[in-house]
């Protein structure tokens, strides 16, 4: 049995650590991103910044430190956020009057800052982002996935009414979905988040949810419609057209770097890591082979595709370096660089190049000639294919054929036994919350998301069998 299946954990850290993407640090669940993984960072990050502003969004940036006293404004906000909060307490050798949290959001804050920039309608819409880290003391943690500390973008919009700030809502979902599979090649379910599931203080959360490689869930992204509740707490009037005081609609909305765990246990294999090459530090390895150091013209040749590619807008590496070409083979599978180019002398004598992409077994014969429009099509049918395998798994792994509870204990036992991915269930829901616990105490499934366009609908609740109010895809979570 492969690491990967029999255990996907240790498999997902010691790819991450062979693949020196990160450092642990003395600070329980915080990370050090090391070069690599952070410009995959920066590359999600352009991406979304691209599209944020296309839609009218600004960045800015608000205090880490937020007082207590901004949490007590809206209870469900601080009930949901007080065991994951850090406090600092002391500064400069003395007691602080008030606690201070290190962020976990940035709701409050910036509900008390709106209050003071939005007085009339002509201030409204405010389309804000900012780029910053978050804390949240998690029990249990997981590089990129759930840590202590983390990266992440969250926007904050004001709107004049509900009308305007639902569709923000729903345009930064279908944003994050547009991104997330065609930068990163990972398929999503986007739908609506059960009240249990929301996010603490919102009328309703909406989220992008995908299947990892060991049948498990992440929360890709999350965008919630807050109504007025944070207008409310934080006092943000407006004076509308027809001279009247009226509470703001407000939004918010996050992604993080637990995209890039995502990535890794999407598309990674036995080898290590498998990258997207539109988001791949290294997209093309140039590597000599034979008696290169012999003749000359090899690492010429090399030196001139190299060349080339860069003028391409291509991240391309030429690895001349005294280890043997396996060892570089190996080395570069290991960080998931997308396609490597092989060159020795018999190559270069028949004036032709060995190509591999990472996620394909064979290498292929390629005309030095036409090695940089080879390379180029590559890269793009990667991209492509890795989305297409993604599918598949996710599709081979979703059962939409159980329509009980006994019949998912059963499914499950089954799984265990057979070593099998247990996936996600496509099951119905009555809309009660005591339903919902049950089978989440029972199979530690929860629910993900009521998604938009199902692939079918189920009619009768798996716990109960009373009649479903929803279609939920339920599934362990990370």
């Known amino acids: ?54 839609t009218g969004h600004r960045n800015a940036y608000f205090p880490m430190l937020i007082p207590e006293s901004f949490f007590q404004k809206e209870k469900d906000h601080i009930e949901g956020f007080s065991p994951e909060l850090p406090w600092v307490t002391e500064a400069a050798g003395e007691e602080l009057e008030e606690r201070l949290a290190l962020r976990p959001t940035s709701e409050t804050m910036i509900g008390h800052l709106y209050s003071n920039w939005i007085k009339s309608y002509r201030d409204l819409p405010v389309l804000i982002n900012q780029w910053a880290n978050v804390f949240r003391w998690e029990k249990k943690t997981l590089p990129f996935i759930r840590t202590s500390e983390f990266l992440w973008q969250e926007g904050h919009t004001a709107h ?41 203080g919102a009328v309703d959360t909406f989220s992008i949810e995908a299947m990892m490689k060991d049948g498990k869930a992440v929360q890709a992204g999350t965008s919630h419609y807050l109504g007025t509740k944070f207008a409310e707490a934080f006092d943000i009037k407006y004076l509308n057209k027809e001279n009247k005081h009226t509470y703001v609609h407000t939004t918010s909305w996050g992604t993080s770097t637990r995209l890039i765990g995502s990535v890794i246990m999407v598309h990674g294999d036995e080898k290590g890591l498998v990258l997207p090459p539109q988001i791949a530090p290294t997209q ?44 570089k083979f ?35 014969s390629v005309s030095l000639d036409a090695v940089i429009e080879h390379v180029e099509k590559e890269l793009e ?77 189920k009619h009768k609740c798996l716990n109960c069998g009373k009649e479903a109010k929803h279609t939920v895809w339920f599934a362990r979570a990370y």
């Open 1 to 54: 049995m492969s690491q990967m299946t029999n255990n996907f954990s240790k498999w997902y850290i010691d790819t991450i650590q062979k693949a020196d993407l990160i450092d642990y640090t003395p600070v329980r669940g915080c990370i050090a991103f090391k070069p690599d993984s952070y410009e995959i960072w920066e590359h999600i990050q352009a991406e979304m910044d691209k599209r944020f502003k296309e």
């Open 160 to 200: 004049v009414d509900e009308e305007e700030a639902r569709k923000e809502t729903m345009q930064m979902l279908s944003i994050y979905k547009e991104v997330v599979e065609g930068l990163l090649a990972i398929p999503v379910y986007d739908g609506q988040k059960t009240p249990s599931e929301r996010f603490a």
């Open 284 to 327: 093309v390895v140039l590597i000599p082979v034979g008696p290169w150091k012999k003749n000359p013209a090899i690492v010429e040749k090399l030196d001139e595709i190299f060349a080339a590619l860069k003028a391409k807008g291509i991240r391309v590496h030429l690895d001349d370096s005294d280890q043997s070409p396996g060892y």
């Open 330 to 364: 190996n080395e570069w599978e290991l960080k998931g660089v997308p396609v490597r180019i092989e060159l020795g002398p018999r190559d270069l004598e028949n004036q032709q190049a060995l190509m591999k992409a990472r996620d394909e077994d064979e290498k292929v």
């Open 381 to 457: 049918m990667m991209q492509t294919r890795l989305l297409e395998k993604a599918k598949a798994f996710r599709t081979e792994n979703s059962h939409t054929h159980i329509e009980t509870l006994d019949e998912l204990t059963t499914h499950l036992e089954k799984s265990k036994e057979q070593e099998t991915i247990p996936g996600w269930v496509l099951a119905g829901w009555c809309g009660d919350d005591a339903c919902e616990e049950t089978i989440k105490e029972k199979t530690k499934f929860t629910t993900r998301n009521i998604p938009f366009n199902p692939p079918t609908t």
